[in-house]
Each structure stands twice: as structure tokens, then as C-alpha cells.
T-cell receptor
Framework: KQEVTQIPAALSVPEGENLVLNCSFT??????LQWFRQDPGKGLTSLLL?????REQTSGRLNASLDKSSGRSTLYIAASQPGDSATYLC????????????FGKGTHLIIQP | DAGVIQSPRHEVTEMGQEVTLRCKPI?????LFWYRQTMMRGLELLIY????????DSGMPEDRFSAKMPNASFSTLKIQPSEPRDSAVYFC????????????FGEGSRLTVL
């Protein structure tokens, strides 16, 4: 059974810093990996989707990498802003065809103005 | 596109009552997922449909939970009878293709069972 772990669980940094959020998964047979953002009381917003054949994806100040063999992904946020404060979730779609996305518990990020 | 639409946004009910949550996926999406989110367990997949057919319902916690997708634009998740431990936020999500598609979530239905 796929398990997804996100470290750290919470992070607080001053505005302007570059930061890295980590995600690891136990079964490397995945179709894709997706990073989401969740604001309090809201649904999840998709940030980046990396297919299993890809190594990274970029969108604006966000860059996500995937190392399938080691079961790791990182989300890099450049020049952080207070508006980036949210919970960031990593999810993997496993192979085998029967499963939906398996989610990590998330990293709660606070950017201090 | 309006995105995934869920209703109701909030529901407060008493133990033993029937609860029905509704979802309208993004038009043209073939896969629909129901998730439950709690502080303790995070996001858990309950069931997903592909082309209106339930593919995997192994996440449905008990027989009290049932889900239907009568057509491509509508799905329901029903809990009967409801219990306090069912209190959670229930999310519906859809994607164009299960194995490659980006997943889009609704705003969720916050259920409180007293």
C-alpha cells in the first residue's frame, strides 16, 4: 500500500526566503505526482503535476522535482510572499490501476511579513 | 468553466439522520473521486468512478456509506444513518483521465453530526 510522507509538518519563514518542501513515497510505481495548495476552509488547488516520465515542472516561482527511483519529490518556492501561506499537499497516483491519489498529511507554511 | 461544484457547503445534522452530498464534476471529465478529510487522518479516498462506473470503493468505511453517479454530470454520496464520527469535510474531485490527468477539487462539504 502506497504511503506518502511530507516533511516538515509545519514551517515558518520570513518573507523573501527561498524554501523547499519535501515529499516521499514508498512505492515507486507511480503514474504521476501532484502538488496542491489548500487555504483554510477551502478546497485543494492544483499547483503542479509531474508525470512519471518527467523530472520536473515549473510554474512561476514554483518548481517541483521528481526522483521516482528514490521515491522523492521536492517543491521549491522562490522569493516567498505572505500570500504563499497555506498548507501544501503532495499526492501520488499509484500504478496498478485501482487507486486514486494517495495524499501526504501536508506542510503548513507560514510566511512572515 | 465553473469548476467542480459541491452542495451543500455546510451540513449540520443529528445522529441517525440521512445525509446526501452532491457533486457536479467539470464538464468532459471522465473520472470522479470522493475524498474525506479529517485532522487525524488527512485526506482519504472513499470511492472513484470512471465513465460513471464505480471502479474502487474499498475506501468506503461502512455499509452506511453509498455513492452513485447516474450520469456524467452528477454524483451523490449518501450516509445513512449518520454518526458523529462521520463529521468531516467531504471533497469531490474530477479529472480528464485517471492515469494522467490533473485533479480538480470542489470547495468541499463540511458535515457535522451531533
Amino acid at each position: 500500500k502506497q504511503e506518502v510522507t511530507q516533511i516538515p509538518a509545519a514551517l515558518s519563514v520570513p518573507e523573501g526566503e527561498n524554501l523547499v518542501l519535501n515529499c516521499s513515497f514508498t512505492d515507486s510505481a507511480i503514474y504521476n505526482l501532484q502538488w496542491f495548495r489548500q487555504d483554510p476552509g477551502k478546497g485543494l488547488t492544483s499547483l503542479l503535476l509531474i508525470q512519471s516520465s518527467q523530472r520536473e515542472q515549473t510554474s512561476g516561482r514554483l518548481n517541483a522535482s521528481l526522483d521516482k527511483s528514490s521515491g522523492r519529490s521536492t517543491l521549491y518556492i522562490a522569493a516567498s510572499q505572505p500570500g504563499d501561506s497555506a498548507t501544501y499537499l503532495c499526492a501520488v497516483l499509484s500504478g496498478g490501476g485501482a487507486d486514486g491519489l494517495t495524499f501526504g498529511k501536508g506542510t503548513h507554511l507560514i510566511i512572515q511579513p | 468553466d465553473a469548476g467542480v461544484i459541491q452542495s451543500p457547503r455546510h451540513e449540520v445534522t443529528e445522529m441517525g439522520q440521512e445525509v446526501t452530498l452532491r457533486c457536479k464534476p467539470i464538464s468532459g471529465h471522465n473520472s470522479l473521486f470522493w475524498y474525506r478529510q479529517t485532522m487525524m487522518r488527512g485526506l482519504e479516498l472513499l470511492i472513484y468512478f470512471n465513465n460513471n462506473v464505480p471502479i474502487d470503493d474499498s475506501g468506503m468505511p461502512e455499509d452506511r456509506f453509498s455513492a452513485k453517479m447516474p450520469n456524467a454530470s452528477f454524483s451523490t454520496l449518501k450516509i445513512q444513518p449518520s454518526e458523529p464520527r462521520d463529521s468531516a469535510v467531504y471533497f469531490c474531485a474530477s479529472s480528464l483521465a485517471r492515469s494522467t490527468g490533473e485533479l480538480f477539487f470542489g470547495e468541499g462539504s463540511r458535515l457535522t453530526v451531533l
